[in-house]
């Protein structure tokens, strides 16, 4: 909020709190007089109203499909949320809730995809202070689609939450698919591209304090949450393949096809290279 009001040409403030109502006003990020309280309240609840500065921006025509896109985002993260947004220009109104939260975040993005399992996988757990919440689903896609979030803000350049499901994803597909004899035929072990490949997955962390490489918070530095991260994919997701054999020999068959792939891809660039470097024959 300090960042909005830093920008907007005025901004009022209003808050319902204690059965009672409280306002305050600013003007360029300076407050024109101290909280008062206007009256009494009989719900709670915080308004906050700006107008975008002309002096610093070259627009300030607010994009409809922006900010419903973020608010739907945030509807997914957060399971049960009601959002109501009223464009008053055109008296458009989207209202988003999503009682299923990750996991119909995790089938939105898995349209027109073949799923490798119909249910979506979903840990949740909290510890040391930070809650963990993961979504994912393997589909026949060879892409991997992984999206990190901190407090709900999205990480785009991931960071140690991003660092620890990976880690742990790529050592419990190895452990699990060698105890069960579905890695056999490969000389080595999976990489974490081959676990990952057609992954779909959300993972999402609640901070008390988190630390970030940039005011932009793109990704996250807190050195704490990888093995916290990786604790608690490791433990709920290892639960879940005892509990789903069938799920986890689909996902561990779907990246030993992923290893041959690239082994053979490299076999094939050797060849490649080596034909290259023959010396031409003269004629």
């Known amino acids: ?10 901004l009022l403030l209003e808050i319902k709190r204690g059965g009672k109502r409280y306002v305050q006003h600013y003007a360029r ?8 309280e206007v009256g009494p309240a009989t719900d709670t609840g915080t308004r906050v109203t700006f107008k975008p500065d002309h002096e610093i921006f070259s627009s300030t025509e607010f994009s409809f499909d922006i900010l419903n896109n973020r608010l ?25 809730r999503f009682d299923g939260g990750l996991r119909q975040f995790i089938e939105t993005l898995n ?31 060879y892409n991997e689609a992984v999206y990190a979030y901190t407090n ?39 990489s974490g591209e081959d676990v990952r490949e057609g992954l779909t997955c959300i993972v999402a962390i609640k901070h008390p304090d988190p630390a970030f490489s940039s005011q932009t918070k793109d990704k996250l530095v807190s050195s704490e949450v990888k093995g916290i991260v990786e604790g608690v994919v490791g433990e ?18 779907k990246a030993v096809i992923a290893a041959r792939a690239r082994e053979a891809a490299r076999k094939a660039r050797e060849l490649s290279l080596i034909h290259i470097s023959e010396p031409t024959r003269p004629y």
């Open 1 to 10: 909020m300090s960042a909005v009001n830093a920008v907007s040409e005025t």
């Open 29 to 36: 990020g300076v407050p024109l007089a101290p909280l008062e």
């Open 72 to 96: 739907r985002e945030l509807a997914f993260l957060n399971a049960g949320f009601d959002v109501t947004f009223t464009d008053e220009r055109t008296d458009r109104k989207v209202e988003h």
């Open 111 to 141: 349209k027109g995809k073949e799923a490798l399992h119909d249910s979506v996988i979903h840990l949740k757990a909290t510890l040391e202070g930070v809650e963990v919440e993961l979504a994912m689903q393997w589909s026949d896609s």
């Open 152 to 190: 709900n803000v999205h990480n785009k350049d991931g960071g140690t939450h991003l660092t620890g499901l990976r880690t742990a994803l790529t050592r419990l597909v190895n452990t699990y698919g060698t105890e069960k004899k579905l890695l056999k035929d490969l000389k080595a072990p999976l």
């Open 236 to 253: 709920n997701l290892n639960q879940f393949f005892e509990e789903n054999p069938i799920v986890a020999k689909r996902i561990c068959e």
